[in-house]
C-alpha cells in the first residue's frame, strides 16, 4: 500500500521545504498542490479573466496541462493572491480534488509512497493517510521568512505589506466554505517559528518514521 504523508499549513510556514526534503529521504513522490491552483490563477490572470469567474476557473482547472506547471511565474504573488480566491470556488475545487487523490493512489515513477502539501491534504484529499503533519509558524515570522525570499528572487518587497498579505490570505482559506485550511484531528502540529530548516525538517522525520514504523506492526 501507498505511504501518504499530508502536511499542511498557512503560508510561508516551511511546509514545502519539509515536505519536498521527506520526500526525497524516503524516496516518495512530491506534489505540491498550491501549484495547482497557482496554475489556475495564473491562466485567468494570463487572459485577463476575474480569478472570481467560477465558469473560466473550472474550465481553466479542466484543462491544465504540465505546461502550466512549470510556469516560473507561479511564485509571484499576485498568482498567490488570485490563487486563493480561485481556491474558494466549489467547481474548482472538485477538479483538483480527482487529480490529487489519483497522485496519491499511484505515485508517478511508482514510488512507494507521496508526500503532498496543501491546505486540505489530512481533511479531504486524503483523509485516511497515516501521516499528517500540520506545519504553522507565528504570522510575523512567516512574513519576514516570505519577504526574505521574495528579494533574493530579486522581487521588491515591503515587510508590513508582505504580512498584510498573508493575513489576508490566511483569512480567505480558513474561512473559505469548501475545504478550508483546518487542522485535522489527527495531525501533529509542528510549529516552526523558532526553528530552521534542518530543526524543522528532523522534528517531521521523527514523527514519520514513527508513523510509519506503527503502520508496519
Ligand atoms: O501553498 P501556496 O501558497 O502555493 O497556495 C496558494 C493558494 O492555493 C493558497 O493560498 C490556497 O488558497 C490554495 N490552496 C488550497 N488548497 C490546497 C493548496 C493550495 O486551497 N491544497
Redesign the pocket.
Same mark, same amino acid.
Given at each position: 500500500m501507498v505511504m501518504i504523508v499530508a502536511i499542511?499549513g498557512? %503560508?510561508?510556514a516551511g $511546509? %514545502?521545504t519539509v515536505a519536498r526534503r521527506l520526500a526525497e529521504h524516503f524516496g516518495y513522490a512530491y506534489l &505540491?498542490? %498550491? $501549484?495547482?491552483? +497557482?496554475a489556475v490563477?495564473k491562466r485567468l490572470l494570463a487572459a485577463h479573466a476575474d480569478p472570481g469567474d467560477a465558469q473560466a476557473a473550472e474550465d481553466a482547472a479542466r484543462t491544465l496541462g504540465p505546461e502550466h506547471l512549470a510556469d516560473p511565474d507561479? @511564485?509571484r504573488e499576485e #498568482?498567490?493572491r488570485a490563487?486563493? *480566491? #480561485?481556491?474558494?470556488d466549489k467547481g474548482v +475545487?472538485a477538479v483538483?480534488l480527482d487529480f490529487?487523490r489519483r497522485f496519491a493512489a499511484h505515485p508517478p515513477g511508482g514510488a512507494p509512497g507521496a508526500v503532498?502539501? %496543501? +491546505?486540505? *491534504?489530512g481533511t #479531504? #484529499?486524503c483523509p485516511d493517510a497515516p501521516a499528517k503533519l500540520f506545519v504553522t509558524a507565528a504570522a510575523a515570522e512567516r512574513a519576514r521568512r516570505r519577504t526574505l525570499e521574495l528579494r533574493e528572487r530579486g522581487e521588491e518587497a515591503i515587510y508590513a505589506r508582505v504580512l498584510e498579505e498573508l493575513e489576508v @490570505?490566511?483569512r +480567505? &482559506?480558513s474561512e473559505?466554505t469548501t475545504?478550508p485550511?483546518a487542522i485535522a484531528k489527527d495531525a501533529h502540529v509542528l510549529d516552526t517559528t523558532e526553528l530552521d530548516a534542518d530543526a524543522a525538517f528532523a522534528a517531521a522525520l521523527v514523527f514519520v518514521v514513527a508513523r510509519r514504523a506503527s503502520r508496519l506492526v
Open positions: 499542511d498557512p %503560508g510561508a $511546509k %514545502g &505540491d498542490t %498550491g $501549484k495547482l491552483y +497557482r490563477a507561479l @511564485r #498568482v498567490a490563487a486563493a *480566491i #480561485v481556491a474558494q +475545487r483538483l490529487q503532498m502539501d %496543501g +491546505r486540505d *491534504i #479531504v #484529499v @490570505r490566511d +480567505r &482559506d473559505r475545504a485550511l
